[in-house]
C-alpha cells in the first residue's frame, strides 16, 4: 500500500493536491494543514473531482503548532 502524506495545502500544496489525487498507484493521501476550514474546503474539492473518476483515497488532518 503506497500512501502519500502532503503538509500545506497553500497556493502550491493545492495545486498538488488535486493533481495526485486523480493519480493511479497511491493508495491513500493524507493532507495536512494548520488551518482547518481551508484544510477541508481543499481536500472536499479534491475529493469531489476525483471522486468523479472512481478515486476516493483522502483524508485530511489538522495540525498543531505555531
Known amino acids: 500500500m503506497k500512501t502519500l ?3 500545506g495545502l497553500g497556493d502550491l500544496g493545492g495545486w498538488v ?3 495526485i489525487v486523480r493519480r493511479h498507484g497511491l493508495n491513500r493521501i493524507i493532507a495536512c494543514d494548520l488551518m ?3 484544510g477541508r474546503l481543499k481536500v472536499d474539492g479534491a475529493a469531489t473531482g476525483a471522486g468523479q473518476k ?4 483522502i483524508r485530511f488532518f489538522r495540525l498543531f503548532g505555531g
Open 17 to 19: 493536491l488535486e493533481f
Open 5 to 7: 502524506i502532503l503538509f
Open 54 to 57: 472512481g478515486y476516493n483515497k
Open 36 to 38: 482547518e476550514d481551508w
